[in-house]
T-cell receptor, first 114, second 111 residues
Framework: DAMVIQNPRYQVTQFGKPVTLSCSQT?????MYWYQQKSSQAPKLLFH???????NEADTPDNFQSRRPNTSFCFLDIRSPGLGDAAMYLC?????????????FGPGTRLTVL | GDSVTQMEGPVTLSEEAFLTINCTYT??????LFWYVQYPGEGLQLLLK?????DKGSNKGFEATYRKETTSFHLEKGSVQVSDSAVYFC??????????FGAGTILRVKS
């Protein structure tokens, strides 16, 4: 089945230690998104890619970076995680020339910062 | 800016009860509207959507009608099951097709 895959499902890191979360998709969608979801809150968009074009949200901290080496993969890098970065991180995809507002979500990676 | 307001939870119902989760929105233009569901420990899944006024989205017994005059998209189900226990998010497609989510409503169904 075509899908959005996130690895790992659970990630534990130490305060200040860089961490990378990964997302892959078999849907061949050209748009990929990263969201941060803190406990009992709505998902918050961090950034997204239209193909290789990177679009950062204005309030996304510089501590958060992203890479998209090809259509299928997208990475979220947190350069120096703080305790406030503990959250669920969701990857999503959509296809611009079909229904661009319809997003398909992965299962998420839950990040714990010690 | 665009925003979505959902009724606060948790909503606790007995099995086979009728469900309504209220959702209202503020947006410029004519956004598409969505309900997403998040089961414990999982990502979001699209439940249903509507793209224009008076459209009714439906899936798995859930329904919601796009009401432009009241800027609402309330989620309903005639008879809930324990397996419907989850968090439900109302969302709209805003500027640049970005999703704007409500805060989510926890639904707990007791047997």
């Amino acid at each position: 089945d075509a899908m959005v895959i996130q690895n790992p499902r659970y990630q534990v890191t130490q305060f200040g230690k860089p961490v990378t979360l990964s997302c892959s998709q078999t849907l061949n969608h050209n748009v990929m998104y990263w969201y941060q979801q803190k406990s009992s809150q709505a998902p918050k968009l961090l950034f997204h890619y239209y193909d290789k074009d990177f679009n950062n949200e204005a309030d996304t901290p510089d501590n958060f970076q992203s890479r998209r080496p090809n259509t299928s993969f997208c990475f979220l890098d947190i350069r120096s995680p703080g305790l406030g970065d503990a959250a669920m991180y969701l990857c999503a995809t959509s296809r611009e020339n079909m229904d661009p507002a319809l997003q398909y979500f992965g299962p998420g990676t839950r990040l714990t910062v010690l | 800016g665009d925003s979505v307001t959902q009724m606060e939870g948790p909503v606790t119902l007995s099995e086979e009860a009728f469900l309504t989760i209220n959702c209202t929105y503020t947006a410029t233009g004519y956004p598409s509207l969505f309900w997403y569901v998040q089961y414990p420990g999982e990502g979001l899944q699209l439940l249903l959507k509507a793209t224009k006024a008076d459209d009714k989205g439906s899936n798995k017994g859930f329904e919601a009608t796009y009401r432009k005059e009241t800027t609402s998209f309330h989620l309903e189900k005639g008879s809930v099951q324990v397996s419907d226990s989850a968090v439900y998010f109302c969302a709209l497609s805003g500027y640049g097709n970005k999703l704007v989510f409500g805060a989510g409503t926890i639904l707990r169904v007791k047997s």
